[in-house]
C-alpha cells in the first residue's frame, strides 16, 4: 500500500560543486516507524536530513513526504509542508531569548490563532510528555544539555508533526540522559502515530529503540537491516561500526605517503 | 620579477572582485529584509521588545558621551572665542557643531560599536547554535521574525539617540561656560536660538542620523546573518561590523554635508 510510506527516496543524488555527496539513495520509510541512519562522520547524514527538509536541492532524484516531490514545491508549499515536520537538533537550538514555554509556544503562536488559554494547556501538556512540565519557566542557559534536549523534543512535537528528524540526538549525554531521550523518541513515535528519523553514531543505544537501520558510507547505503539483522551482519563494514573496531573498510590512516619515507628511512634517489 | 607583479596584479583583481560580490549579497539581504518587514510592522511588538535592546540600553552611553562632547565643545570654544572678544556666540558654536555634525556622527559611531556589534553577535550566535535553521524548519522565515525586526528597532532609535545626544551636548555646553565660566545665561541661549535654523540645521541633522540608522543596522544584520557559524566567525563578523559601520558613517557623513550645506550659506 503506498499511502503507508511518509517518505520515499528515489534515486537521490547531491553535490556541492562538484564532490558528490550522497549517491542514487533508495529509502523508504513507512508511517510509525523509528529508522536510524548510521554512518562515519561527513557521510552524508545530515546532508539527507536537510534534503527531506527542503532545505537542499538535490542534483538527480528526488525526496518524497507523503506523496509529495520536496524540491519541486514552491517556498509557501514548502512552509506549509515543514508545518508537518519537526526536526531535532544535535544541540537542542532552543531559542535562548525565550523561557521554555516560549520556546514550546513559539510554532503554535507562529502557525495557529489559538487563544493564550488554550496554547498554555498544550504547552503543559507537551513539557509533561517529556517530564519537564516544573521547568516551564527556566531560561534555555539554566537546562542541562539533557533536559535542553527534551525542551526541543517538546517543540518540535508542538503541532503535532507526522515527522521528525532527529540530528544526533544523543551526543554528548550522560547515560541517564541518554536513555531517557531514546525511550522518549520510541514512545512519542507510538503515542503520535508519527514516524521517526534518526541520524546517528550511537549504535548500542539506537539498536534498542529503532525498526530498521540504514548505514551510509561514502555516499551510499552500505548495509540496510532491521536490528538483529544488523547485529548479526558479517559484512565487514557494519561489523565494524557495530562493533566500534578501529582498523577495517574504514581505515584508521589518512591517506599517507609511506611511513618508512616520510621519516626519511629509505634512501631517496636524486 | 614579473611573476611577482602578475600574482599581485591577480590577488588585487580576486579581492575587487570579492568585494563587489560581497557588496552585491549584502544589497539583495537587504531588499530580502524590506521585503520581508510586513510581519513585523504588523505584529510591533516584536519592534518594541527590539527597540528597548538597542534604542533603551544605548541611552546610557549616549547620555554620557553626548554631555561630554558638549562640555569639551564649550570649554575649547570658549578659550578660542574669548581671544576675539565674542565669548557670547559660544552657545551658537556649541549647538551648531552638535545638530549638524557631531550629535548625528558620534552617536551613530557609539551606536555601530553598543547596539551593531550586539545585534551582530546576537545575530551570529544564533545562527552558529543553529536556532536560524530550527526556526526555517518551523516553517518561520528568520529574515521576516529574527532580522527584520532588528532592523526597523536600530532605524527607529538611532534618530531619537542623536537628538538626545545634541540636547546632552548643549546642556554640556551650558555647564561649562555659563555656569562654570560664568559667560551671560541670556546671551548663551538668545544666540543659539537665532542662529539654529530648524528647517536647515535641525532638519537636516535628523536626515543624517536616519542614513546613518539604515547604514549601521543594515550592516549589523547583514554582518551577524552573513557570519560563518563559528566562534572566530561571530568574532570576525562583530569587529567587521564596528569597522565597516564607522567607515560607512563617515563616509555618508561627508557626501551628506556636501549636499546639505555646501554653498547654502
Known amino acids: ?270 | 620579477m614579473f611573476k611577482h607583479i602578475v600574482s599581485g596584479t591577480r590577488h588585487i583583481g580576486h579581492q575587487v572582485i570579492e568585494g563587489a560580490w560581497r557588496l552585491g549579497v549584502a544589497t539583495r539581504f537587504f531588499f530580502l529584509v524590506l521585503l520581508k518587514s510586513g510581519t513585523s510592522l504588523r505584529r510591533f511588538n516584536l519592534i518594541i521588545r527590539e527597540l528597548y535592546f538597542t534604542g533603551v540600553l544605548s541611552l546610557i552611553i549616549i547620555i554620557v558621551s553626548g554631555l561630554f562632547v558638549g562640555m569639551v565643545l564649550g570649554l575649547q570654544g570658549y578659550e578660542t572665542l574669548q581671544k576675539y572678544g565674542s565669548e557670547s556666540a559660544v552657545g551658537t558654536l556649541v549647538a551648531l557643531s552638535l545638530v549638524r555634525e557631531l550629535g548625528p556622527v558620534v552617536s551613530a559611531l557609539l551606536f555601530a560599536s553598543r547596539a551593531g556589534s550586539a545585534i551582530t553577535a546576537e545575530i551570529g550566535l544564533m545562527k552558529a547554535t543553529e536556532q536560524l535553521a530550527a526556526m526555517g524548519m518551523m516553517a518561520v522565515d528568520p529574515i521576516a521574525r529574527v532580522v527584520a525586526p532588528r532592523f526597523w528597532a536600530g532605524v527607529i532609535s538611532m534618530p531619537f539617540l542623536a537628538a538626545i545626544f545634541s540636547v546632552m551636548g548643549v546642556f554640556g555646553g551650558y555647564l561649562v561656560t555659563v555656569v562654570f565660566i560664568g559667560v551671560d545665561e541670556g546671551a548663551y541661549w538668545s544666540q543659539m536660538q537665532s542662529a539654529v535654523d530648524f528647517r536647515f540645521d535641525i532638519v537636516n541633522g535628523f536626515i543624517k542620523s536616519c542614513f546613518f540608522g539604515i547604514a549601521v543596522t543594515a550592516i549589523a544584520v547583514f554582518e551577524g546573518y552573513d557570519a560563518p557559524p563559528t566562534a572566530e566567525g561571530v568574532s570576525g563578523a562583530t569587529t567587521r561590523t564596528v569597522v565597516t559601520s564607522s567607515l560607512v558613517i563617515l563616509g555618508l557623513d561627508f557626501i551628506l554635508t556636501a549636499f546639505m550645506f555646501r554653498g547654502v550659506s
Open chain 1, 1 to 270: 500500500m503506498a499511502s503507508d510510506n511518509l517518505i520515499e527516496i528515489k534515486n537521490l543524488n547531491f553535490s556541492y560543486d562538484t564532490r558528490a555527496i550522497l549517491k542514487g539513495i533508495d529509502m523508504t520509510m513507512r508511517r510509525g516507524q523509528v529508522v536510524a541512519i548510521m554512518g562515519g562522520s561527513g557521510s552524508g547524514k545530515t546532508t539527507l536530513l536537510r534534503l527531506i527538509g527542503g532545505a537542499l536541492q538535490p542534483s538527480s532524484g528526488y525526496a518524497k513526504f507523503a506523496g509529495q516531490v520536496i524540491h519541486q514545491l514552491n517556498r509557501d508549499a514548502l512552509f506549509k509542508l515543514r508545518r508537518k515536520m519537526g526536526m531535532l537538533f544535535q544541540f537542542g537550538a532552543l531559542f535562548t531569548d525565550l523561557s521554555v514555554f516560549d520556546n514550546v509556544a513559539f510554532q503554535m503562536r507562529e502557525h495557529t490563532n489559538l487563544p493564550e488559554a488554550m496554547i498554555r494547556d498544550l504547552v503543559l501538556m507537551k513539557l509533561h510528555a517529556v517530564g519537564l512540565r516544573g521547568a516551564h519557566h527556566l531560561m534555555p542557559n539554566e537546562l542541562s544539555g539533557g533536559m535542553a534536549r527534551r525542551v526541543a523534543l517538546a517543540r518540535s512535537i508542538a503541532l503535532d508533526p507526522m515527522l521528525i528528524m532527529y540530528d544526533e540526538p544523543f551526543t554528548g549525554l550522560d547515560p541517564i540522559s541518554l536513555s531517557v531521550i531514546g525511550n522518549l523518541i520510541r514512545r512519542l513515535t507510538d503515542a503520535l502515530g508519527m514516524t521517526s528519523i534518526v541520524v546517528t553514531h550511537d549504535v548500542q543505544e539506537s539498536l534498542k529503540i529503532v525498526d530498521y537501520v540504514y548505514f551510509i558510507a561514502d555516499g551510499v547505503i552500505a548495509a540496510e537491516g532491521t536490528p538483529q539483522q544488523v547485529r548479526d551482519s558479517i559484512a565487514p563494514f557494519v561489523h565494524q561500526f557495530v562493533h566500534g573496531e578501529e582498523d577495517g573498510p574504514v581505515p584508521f590512516h589518512y591517506p599517507a605517503r609511506q611511513y618508512r619515507k616520510d621519516l626519511n628511512l629509505e634512501e631517496t634517489v636524486v
